[in-house]
T-cell receptor, first 110, second 114 residues
Framework: GIQVEQSPPDLILQEGANSTLRCNFSDSVNNLQWFHQNPWGQLINLFY???GTKQNGRLSATTVATERYSLLYISSSQTTDSGVYFCAVSSGAGSYQLTFGKGTKLSVIP | KAGVTQTPRYLIKTRGQQVTLSCSPISGHRSVSWYQQTPGQGLQFLFE???????NKGNFPGRFSGRQFSNSRSEMNVSTLELGDSALYLC?????????????FGPGTRLTVL
């Protein structure tokens, strides 16, 4: 099956700093999503981005499908950005089965 | 629109018992998927239902089963619970449409097996 690798596994930032999270995947995808898992466990949708670039406030994401990677940018980080960020992909026509990476644990310190 | 809802939110069971978890998708969504999250294995796909039919199944033993009703609500059942079944179980729904398959997750059910 498709493999998903996220880096770095852990990231500690000072408040106000910028960061880039990376997601590499091993096959072509028909879905790529970035999630932020809140302290209660719910996965919050950040981006649905199988290809291209999107921005939402301080967050933006880029997926280069031909090179099989995606990047999540967080600018001017805040303590509320802390948590685990997951990349998840699905592959195959009409597939709804998401394969998740192991996540990046982000800690933003004041 | 209301989001995906899951009940119960927390559950404590003992080994050997069985458990049923419930998921109500976003109105209009017909695909429902289930995932298990554990510290050791991360987030893993259990199964996906569409129009009351299981379309895809992950690599889990037969003790894990599910079903979907005509109103798209879904249940998953775990029989003969083991300690290793302690996990956060997440349900996700997707809107209809072949090419758009974004998934939206519920808050999860945290199952503890003693």
């Amino acid at each position: 099956g498709i493999q998903v690798e996220q880096s770095p596994p852990d990231l500690i930032l000072q408040e106000g700093a910028n960061s880039t999270l990376r997601c590499n995947f091993s096959d072509s995808v028909n879905n790529l999503q970035w999630f932020h898992q809140n302290p209660w466990g719910q996965l919050i949708n950040l981006f649905y981005i199988p290809s291209g670039t999107k921005q939402n406030g301080r967050l933006s994401a880029t997926t280069v499908a031909t090179e099989r990677y995606s990047l999540l940018y967080i600018s001017s980080s805040q303590t509320t950005d802390s948590g685990v960020y997951f990349c998840a992909v699905s592959s195959g026509a009409g597939s709804y089965q998401l394969t998740f990476g192991k996540g990046t644990k982000l800690s933003v310190i004041p | 629109k209301a989001g995906v809802t899951q009940t119960p939110r927390y559950l404590i069971k003992t080994r050997g018992q069985q458990v049923t978890l419930s998921c109500s998708p976003i109105s209009g969504h017909r695909s429902v998927s289930w995932y298990q999250q554990t510290p050791g294995q991360g987030l893993q796909f259990l199964f996906e239902y569409f129009s009351e039919t299981q379309r895809n199944k992950g690599n889990f033993p037969g003790r894990f089963s599910g079903r979907q009703f005509s109103n798209s609500r879904s249940e998953m059942n775990v029989s003969t619970l083991e300690l290793g079944d302690s996990a956060l179980y997440l349900c996700a729904s997707s809107p209809p449409g072949y090419s758009y398959n974004e998934q939206f997750f519920g808050p999860g059910t945290r199952l503890t097996v003693l």
